[in-house]
């Protein structure tokens, strides 16, 4: 007699137990009532499924195994006769490795009972239909299939009589999984006298077979499960799976371990450099997206995201592909240092309408850290970042083109999968680098469950790690491998350290990966090089200083690095505008250069300032001209037009900051005699104007006697009267709510239950009264109110009711009544 | 890290600090992949193009060894997306491959056949392909070959050539290095051994080296190496009997060997020059001198002052793709912008040296570079202020006050042969008449020309004033000093080919003089600083001076 998982479950102790639980994290969300509910739940469907995604393949094979052994009436099967199975093939794995894998098994309580009686949980069945990729017993399809195999011989003629491509469709289905769909008409017999004019069949020899699949389901070696006239499936029965299976053993090829990567491994620190490099380029990426969005920020679009000629553009001035780009907004983003800002002014106040993309705050904190610090902000960025960026560029289900930071790019599982290809990465030996298609070998086989169907975006992760420096030469960089490990284990801690209280994020050290980058990359320069081709060559990455220097009185030519820069006439006169003098300019070239400052240099900056300033520009209010020159003296020296601030631009020409008019009354006050010229130099002649008021409306167009009482007719006399009337009515109804309904009264009662109950009984009375009723109800916010309602119908768990005072038909969730009163 | 004397710049290109130890092993390591851009005095610049990449491919170095040199000099980390392109571009090339077929002729031939199919496709080789042979292999008309090959390198899937080239009709050319006929016996330079090496290892291809370094004797080394029937292609009669003195000189060949092919004689011998004037004149439309490429079965054809090179040629050298091709050039800058039809009609560059490494062995003059600025009068201010847009280079460039300043510097190098260069006729007479010298203009018979050279070199002549004819191929040896007055607007190569008239080294080693008058405050000096480029990215630097201090210290004493 067996015994069922409840009984194994309660018989176990407590520590068992909560290791159980550890192993099985989700059988406590909620915690089960008691161990007949943790017992079902154990067996869900559901809960099963998450126990095989953990699982590597040898050990579901061993779970397969275990399932095909069971014994047919008790359901029961043994850790010998799984070992029996698994070795029966002709590469046999290690005795150990089968226990251990089975004793995996048993600790998940994916199987249970004792060694001799092993029961596999009834999930599993649910989970995955085929065990090990086979077909159902011939039994349980068809009889007639049953009675071949049920003779070996006669089952082994059959198959070897079976055409080439027949052959074929039997090693696929035998391959798993084990059903196939038919096309229409295959399993048709041809129409008669058509038989001769078959096409044939060059798998066959050339001799014409017919459908192979036909000649299989005719021979019973495939059994038709399912379908109409047409098409339909058709299930390869266990027995001739197996058959099929003789040379690789019953469970397919068995691996113990994960593949092994051919690819030799790289050198270490070539991995590393390759990678420092690469994280500078990503950083002066970021900063160059970051500035172009600074200059002109990219609109949001609608139907959120942003859209592709912005992309493009970005991409453009980067000089860089649309995806790189992209992947490069998407981690900004997610790092912090972009953000939306609500247009000033915008028409509409719709969400997600009128905003821009544009660096956040937070970028000028970034830009003032060490490069590795900024790179590591990235990369966390894009370990954490719920994003697939892979996606941007794609169209989704309604064939509409996914833009950045568009919500179709979101993956819940993109950290998990990211987690789980560097993972394998990481638990390589150090600079180990596979090839994409080794990596995918090896996250199937740790856990197939979770990596089918997931290829692409693994391929992504690589390229996307490969981009941002975290992997160099296809291999995980070091500090990548310490960010790693720090993020792992920030979310480790995050279990029993939920506020986290312990995290050392906020003390201002840098991390361990920051360090182990620092060390790799350059150290920032405060020097150049000045050659005669008025080019500067900063060796290495500047210093900030430096680099706002270079900013302002050079040309950017090239990037990476080093940086090149050019010194030409319009850098040396923006310079100048900035406010460096000539001999400014001059020291900080001489102060900087490591080598002598040619000559040509020397003189472009002092030719250059030379010319600076040749024209100026300015406004006035207003000028004073004569050809007469000793006047303007006279002008300029007269006390009483101080007040105007005279200043002689040449000898015949003087400005003020103040208005032609002022300057007029004040040059006439002093006894000249100037005369206004317009911007031609013609001369304005000024006639004083008679002033007028504008004109009023005349009385006598009036129409009728301002005093007089207005008018009015009888019908709006009469609404004005029902309204207030109503109004009357609202006002005193409102004081008369019973108690019962204006909510006190059910605050203490005892119960809220009953109370609901009747109101529903005395709303539905009132729908077949069309009587008046108090309602009291819990509005949104939670507070009660209370109203005067005619019911109209009770439906659907909703009251829908006319409000006598606004006579409007508004619809209330019963559920929030908490209490009815008929008006009386 | 490293702290090798390479920076690798994400745009490609590559920084050589020369003034690091392992400066010298470096520039040997990257040379064969990346081109030379720019040499000035402290940091070189080296650019990683796709097509220095293929040709690195083509000479037998493969992306890792690429890669591995890069690792192994860059001071900094090289990002890793440069490495991978860089592999990726590699592999591109030898794809496909031209071949001779021996049932089929010269056919493409694909070792990727999706490479095949997708080229095939494109619009831009419709014609070019023949019928299709199997899967792999497209039949290709022989008269497209260099057409296909262009259009194969801007598809971006550069065609592996394995078809080889004609031998040519053999002619026996030996260089006469024991001295003939009681000259005294010389040897070819390291470099140009080096140049003449890599030229042949390559089969086609342009040698870049600087005026007066002797290119002449590269292309005679390289008739030498061939042993072949020539045609010589150069740019004017003058340079045409430079090369055949020259020739004579330094090789096997005698007079009758060697045919002119120009506008006043019509010899086609075994070793024949021609002007690109005569090919290129035209009758009633047709080009009537087409047929010297067919005249003999030539076993190479050199092209002289490559960069010069008129669009009708490029057109008959994509029919000669067969032939061993030659370019030489000190200057492989066109302002047109056709380097790229050069490399890929004539062939990539297979040799290159900074001027200044040249300098340092001693093979060209040293020389000095300086920009006189003259300030314009007042009244000259005015005329090129209210002058026409496109008459101001001219008002600017021939304004009268640079005379004085000419006339000081030429009296300043009393005892050195000078040339005057200038673009405008007017302005050259005018100089002609207020130094006293005679002018070679455009319009000048040969004759003439050649006695006028004659008496300069013999120094009979002092002062010599130059037009446009004497940009190029003019062999002045003891001219030292250069005085440039106008030029063709911005052309560097112009500015560069000037600078060369003076580099060939002088019996004494002593300094050449470069300069280049220029009205300051006016266009003539925004040209001025474009065509001086070149030079300085050669590390030529320019030192600019007032004419005030050029006149300033030779003001007449009172007696």
């Known amino acids: ?824 | 890290m490293s702290g090798g004397p390479l920076i690798v710049q994400s745009d490609k290109t590559l920084l050589l600090e020369i003034d690091h130890p392992d400066a010298q092993a470096c520039r040997m390591a990257i040379a064969p992949f990346a081109e030379l851009e720019r040499s000035p005095e402290h940091v070189h610049t080296y650019r990683l193009t796709p097509l220095g990449l293929w040709n690195a491919r083509a000479a037998g170095h493969d992306a890792e060894g690429v890669v591995d040199t890069l690792i192994k000099y860059s001071r900094y980390p090289v990002p890793h997306g440069l490495l991978v392109d860089v592999a990726e571009t590699m592999d591109r090339y030898g794809r496909l491959q031209l071949a001779n077929d021996p049932a089929h002729g010269l056919v493409l031939r694909a070792l990727d056949r999706l490479v095949l199919i997708e080229v095939a496709k494109s619009k831009k080789l419709a014609g070019m392909l023949g019928d299709k042979i199997d899967d792999d292999t497209i039949q290709v008309h022989p008269s497209e070959r260099g057409r296909l090959k262009q259009a194969l390198l801007k598809l971006g899937w550069p065609a592996e050539d394995l078809a080889g080239y004609v031998d040519g009709e053999a002619h026996p050319i030996e260089l006469a290095e024991a001295g003939k006929d009681g000259r005294k016996p010389w040897t070819l330079r390291s470099y140009q051994r080096e140049a003449v090496e890599a030229f042949w290892a390559g089969g086609s291809g342009v040698v870049v080296l600087p005026c007066g370094a002797g290119k002449t004797l590269v292309g005679a080394a390289a008739m030498a190496e061939a042993k072949a029937t020539t045609l010589i292609l150069v740019t004017n009669t003058v340079a045409g009997r430079q090369w055949k003195r020259e020739l004579i000189a330094r090789t096997s060949l005698t007079e009758d060997e060697i045919g002119e092919y120009s506008g006043e004689r019509k010899e086609i011998r075994p070793v024949t020059i021609a002007t690109y004037q005569v090919l290129t004149s035209r009758k009633k439309g047709a080009f009537t001198h087409l047929d010297l490429f067919g005249a003999r079965d030539w076993g190479l054809v050199v092209y002289d002052e490559v960069h010069l090179l008129p669009a009708p040629i490029f057109r008959f050298t994509a029919d000669l793709q067969a032939r061993r091709r030659l370019g030489l050039t000190a200057t492989l800058v066109r302002e047109d912008g056709r380097e790229g039809d050069v490399f890929s009609l004539i062939g990539p560059k297979r040799y290159d040296a900074p001027w200044k490494d040249i300098e340092s062995q001693g093979w060209i003059a040293p020389a000095e570079c300086t920009e006189v600025r003259v300030t314009l009068t007042d009244a000259e201010r005015m005329t090129y202020a209210t002058a026409e847009a496109e008459e101001r280079y001219r008002m600017a460039a021939t304004a009268r006050t640079k005379l004085p300043v000419v006339r000081a510097l030429v009296d300043r190098h009393k005892d050195d042969q000078v040339l005057v260069i200038g673009a405008y006729i007017d302005q050259l007479h005018q100089l002609g008449e207020y130094l006293d010298a005679p002018i070679v203009q455009g319009s000048t018979t040969n004759k003439e020309r050649e006695r006028l050279f004659d008496a300069f070199r013999s120094g009979e002549l002092r002062t010599l004033v130059l037009s446009k004819v004497g940009n190029f191929s003019i062999d002045l040896p003891e001219a030292a000093v250069a005085i440039q007055v106008s030029g063709t607007f911005g052309s560097r190569q112009e500015e560069a080919q000037r600078l060369g008239r003076v580099l060939r080294p002088k019996s004494d080693g002593r300094q050449a003089h470069f300069y280049t008058v220029v009205s300051r405050d006016t266009i003539d000096t925004e040209y001025a600083a474009h065509r001086q480029r070149f030079l300085a990215e050669q590390g030529y630097a320019y030192t600019i001076v007032d004419a005030d201090d050029v006149l300033g210290p030779k003001l007449p004493t009172v007696d």
């Open chain 1, 1 to 824: 007699m067996t015994t069922s998982l409840a009984d194994q479950l309660r018989t176990l102790p407590d520590e068992s137990l909560a290791a159980l639980l550890q192993l099985r994290p989700d059988l406590v969300v909620p915690v089960p009532a008691d161990v007949s509910a943790l017992a079902t739940r154990a067996q869900s469907r559901v809960s099963v499924a998450r126990a095989l995604d953990g699982l590597d393949q040898f050990t579901l094979q061993m779970l397969d195994a275990a399932r095909l052994t069971r014994d047919p009436e008790q359901g029961g099967t043994a850790t010998e006769a799984i070992l029996a199975m698994a070795t029966a093939g002709p590469h046999p794995p290690a005795p150990t490795a089968v226990r251990g894998a089975v004793n995996k098994l048993r600790a998940l309580f994916l199987l249970y009972g004792p060694e001799h009686d092993l029961h596999v949980v009834g999930g599993v069945d649910e989970v995955s239909p085929y065990p090990a990729g086979l077909g159902r017993p011939a039994a349980e399809l068809d009889p007639r299939t049953a009675a071949l195999c049920a003779d070996p011989a006669k089952l082994r003629r059959t198959l070897l009589a079976a055409p080439p491509s027949a052959r074929a469709i039997l090693d696929r289905l035998a391959a798993g999984p084990p059903v196939g769909s038919v096309p229409p008409g295959a399993l048709e017999a041809p129409a008669v006298g058509a038989e001769d004019i078959l096409p044939p069949d060059a798998t066959n020899g050339g001799a014409p077979t017919g459908s192979p699949i036909r000649w299989l389901v005719d021979n019973r070696l495939l059994v038709r499960v399912s379908g109409g006239k047409g098409g339909g499936t058709v299930e390869l029965p266990r027995e001739v799976g197996l058959l099929l299976r003789r040379d690789s053993g019953p469970l397919g090829p068995l691996r113990t371990s994960p593949p092994l990567v051919a690819t030799p491994p790289r050198e270490p620190k070539a991995v590393d450099s390759a990678g420092a490099g690469q994280t500078m380029e990503v950083v002066r990426h970021t900063e160059a997206l970051l500035e172009s969005l600074a200059a002109e920020p990219a609109p949001m679009l609608r139907s959120g995201g942003v859209g592709v000629r912005d992309l493009r553009r970005l991409a453009r001035a980067l000089g860089q592909d649309d995806a790189l780009t992209a992947l490069l907004f998407e981690v900004a983003y997610a790092a912090g240092l972009l953000g939306e800002l609500d247009l000033t002014g915008s028409a509409t106040t719709r969400y997600g309408g009128d905003q821009q993309v544009l660096p956040t705050g937070g970028y000028e904190v970034w830009r003032a850290s060490s490069l590795a610090q900024r790179w590591e902000q990235l990369a966390r960025a894009w370990l954490t970042m719920t994003r697939q960026v892979g996606l941007v560029g794609q169209r989704d289900d309604r064939d509409r083109p996914i833009s950045v930071l568009s919500a179709e790019a979101e993956r819940a599982g993109a950290p998990a999968a990211r987690r789980a290809v560097l993972g394998v990465l990481a638990d390589l030996e150090p600079a180990a680098a596979p090839t994409p298609d080794e990596v995918l070998e090896l996250l199937d086989w740790r856990a197939p469950r979770r990596s089918r169907g997931r290829e692409s975006a693994h391929r992504e992760v690589l390229a996307e790690a490969a981009q941002l420096g975290v992997t160099g030469l296809g291999a995980l960089t070091s500090y990548g491998r310490l960010l790693l490990a720090d993020v792992t284990e920030a979310d480790e801690r995050g279990a029993d350290d939920p506020l986290g209280l312990r995290s050392d994020a906020e003390s201002g050290e840098p991390s361990t990966a920051v360090r182990a980058l620092d060390a790799l990359l350059p150290a920032p320069v405060d020097h150049f090089l000045v050659q005669a081709d008025l080019t500067v060559v900063v060796p290495g990455p500047p210093d900030p200083a430096l680099a706002g220097e270079l900013e302002v009185v050079a040309e950017h030519e090239s990037a990476g690095g080093a940086s090149v820069h050019r010194v030409t006439t319009a850098s040396i006169r923006r310079a100048l505008d900035a406010g460096y003098s000539a001999a400014d300019l001059h020291k900080l070239f001489r102060r900087r250069s490591r080598t002598p400052v040619p000559q040509g240099l020397t003189y472009l900056v002092d030719d250059v300032a030379r010319k600076h300033g040749g024209l100026r520009v300015g406004s006035a209010g207003g000028y004073v001209r004569s050809d007469d020159e000793a006047l303007l003296t006279e002008v300029l020296a007269d006390r009483r037009l101080e007040p105007l601030a005279f200043r002689r631009l040449a000898s015949t020409v003087l400005a003020t900051p103040y208005q032609v008019q002022r300057m007029l009354i004040a040059l006439r006050d002093a006894g000249y005699a100037p005369v206004p010229e317009d911007a031609s130099g013609a001369t304005v002649l000024a006639r004083p104007k008679t002033r007028r008021a504008p004109a009023g409306v005349p009385a006598s167009t009036r129409t009728f006697d301002p005093l007089a009482a207005p008018k009015l007719a009888l019908p709006r006399l009469l609404g004005v009267v029902e309204q207030i009337r109503r109004g009357e009515a609202a006002a005193r109804a409102a004081r008369r709510a019973p108690a019962v309904v204006r909510g006190d009264a059910v605050r203490t009662g005892p119960a809220p239950v009953p109370g609901h109950s009747d109101a529903l009984a005395v709303l539905q009375q009132a729908v077949r009264d069309k009587a008046l009723v108090w309602v009291g109800y819990v509005d949104a916010h939670g507070a009660t109110a209370s109203r005067l309602l005619r019911p109209v119908s009770i439906g659907a768990g909703y009251l829908r009711a006319e409000d006598e005072r606004t006579e409007m038909l508004h619809t209330f969730a019963l559920h929030r009544i908490t209490a009815a009163v008929r008006e009386d």
